[in-house]
């Protein structure tokens, strides 16, 4: 896939990457991400329960949607060579959401990838190639970006999440067996610069993403 998109500072998250833009939508889709996780925004009570006092004062819990996480909440801004899975860069509702386990484990899997390609390419952590440790994550069957409709044991698993990751499905399926429709076509070619063979309604979405696929990476 396309190299030269690279690390270029600290991310902060904060509650509006793991909310939806729109309703129906996603949250925002991080083309670093480095992994895909969900769990409510929420804070614990701030005072211990008494008598006479409102059950978990202080407790505060809001939906979020499925989102991704970006490489660069790891990676401090200014020290060099540091990657920080578990204490990330977010607001303090922000790692509300990023503090649960599995999140804090698939961070550890894509630090530990980060610091091998670091090593074995004698490059600073924060000068990796984020395509080389996606497509290395992904071929581990990581989950960078969600789909209801394909999941790590899915045949094209490895491509869906290649060209979500380029921008090409925003949505939350990739509905491969659908036949293309012209809008769809038509953002697809002007996304690639590369103009298809290929007539909207007659192929699937499938076979035009496959094409795609070989011409990109």
């Not at 769990?39 to 008598?51: C, F, G, Q, V, W």
């Not at 790692?95 to 530990?112: H, K, N, Y």
Request: aromatic content about 8%; some cysteine; hydrophobic content about 40%.
């Amino acid at each position: 896939m396309r190299e030269g998109r690279r690390f270029e500072g600290l991310y902060f998250f904060t509650a509006k990457d793991a909310t939806e833009v729109a309703p129906g939508q996603r949250p925002p889709l991080h083309a670093t991400s480095v992994t895909a996780s969900h769990y409510a925004l929420d804070s614990h009570a701030t005072r211990k329960r008494e008598p006479n006092r409102v059950h978990l004062d202080g407790f505060l819990s809001y939906p979020s949607q499925v989102y991704t996480v970006p490489y660069g909440v790891m990676v401090p801004k200014v020290i060099d060579n540091l990657i920080l899975p578990v204490s990330v860069s977010g607001s303090h509702i922000g790692f509300s959401t990023l503090r649960m386990e599995p999140c804090w484990m698939a961070l550890g899997q894509a630090a530990g990838v980060a610091a091998s390609l670091a090593i074995d390419n004698n490059q600073k952590i924060r000068n990796i190639a984020i395509p080389e440790l996606q497509k290395i994550l992904i071929e581990q069957k990581a989950t960078l970006i969600y789909f209801q409709d394909v999941k790590p044991d899915h045949a094209d698993f490895l491509m869906i999440q290649r060209m979500a990751l380029l921008g090409y499905l925003p949505g939350w399926q990739a509905k491969l067996n659908d036949p293309v429709d012209k809008d769809t076509l038509a953002a697809w070619e002007k996304l690639s610069g590369i103009k298809l063979n290929a007539q909207a309604g007659s192929v699937s979405r499938k076979d035009v993403l496959t094409m795609l696929y070989q011409q990109l990476k």
